[in-house]
T-cell receptor, first 117, second 113 residues
Framework: EAGVAQSPRYKIIEKRQSVAFWCNPI?????LYWYQQILGQGPKLLIQ????????DSQLPKDRFSAERLKGVDSTLKIQPAKLEDSAVYLC???????????????FGPGTRLTVL | KQEVTQIPAALSVPEGENLVLNCSFT??????LQWFRQDPGKGLTSLLL?????REQTSGRLNASLDKSSGRSTLYIAASQPGDSATYLC????????????FGKGTKLSVKP
């Protein structure tokens, strides 16, 4: 079974530029998550999709970050314009809900490392 | 607001030693607690998941315990190997309808041959 795929793996941009990240979840997984992991910190949830609908985007900086999951499969996360503090690893994860939150496990992709200069 | 703390932040041990990583959380209303492993340049791999009604889980040389009432979990690694070197993250799945994962900052483990 293929895992969660992300691209690009690395990206370096100047501040105020735009950038987009792509995620392809495990086939059949209805729930998709985007996390931001700043160096030395644990991952922080940015947005959660259930199929192609947003379930939770309470921690997404909506003035500069946007995300979409058209057709309920692939997802893109965009930053426009980027700031220095956006330098981080952006992780995508997916899960197929069983109906029991106590047992569901999230499967993570390798992440995209963003450096903003 | 749920907060997860991991101690120590870094740990270096000689090969073969048994070791314990600690995790504490502030709100006991959780669905589960998970331990993840993160290798440089790679994503997170789930090691063990302990449901809120369980006390411990075991997988090979790994054993994780959960004391929900005191807000603590430990990850025990027996007979450590250089291949165990990685960052270990603790995460709790919080209450509420979505039960989002809240992560600690991790413990960076180095096992020296």
């Amino acid at each position: 079974e293929a895992g969660v795929a992300q691209s690009p793996r690395y990206k370096i941009i100047e501040k105020r530029q735009s950038v987009a990240f792509w995620c392809n979840p495990i086939s059949g997984h209805a729930t998709l998550y985007w996390y931001q992991q700043i160096l030395g910190q644990g991952p922080k949830l940015l947005i959660q999709f259930q199929n192609n609908g947003v379930v939770d985007d309470s921690q997404l900086p909506k003035d500069r970050f946007s995300a979409e999951r058209l057709k309920g499969v692939d997802s893109t996360l965009k930053i426009q314009p980027a700031k220095l503090e956006d330098s981080a690893v952006y992780l995508c994860a997916s899960t197929q809900p069983s109906g029991f939150l106590s047992t569901d496990t999230q499967y993570f992709g390798p992440g995209t490392r963003l450096t903003v200069l | 607001k749920q907060e997860v703390t991991q101690i120590p932040a870094a740990l270096s041990v000689p090969e073969g030693e048994n070791l314990v990583l600690n995790c504490s959380f502030t709100d006991s209303a959780i669905y589960n607690l998970q331990w993840f492993r993160q290798d440089p340049g790679k994503g997170l791999t789930s090691l063990l998941l302990i449901q809120s009604s369980q006390r411990e889980q075991t997988s090979g040389r790994l054993n994780a315990s959960l004391d929900k009432s005191s807000g603590r979990s430990t990850l025990y690694i027996a007979a450590s190997q250089p291949g165990d070197s990685a960052t270990y993250l603790c995460a709790v799945r919080g209450g509420g309808s979505q039960g989002n994962l809240i992560f600690g900052k991790g413990t960076k483990l180095s096992v020296k041959p």
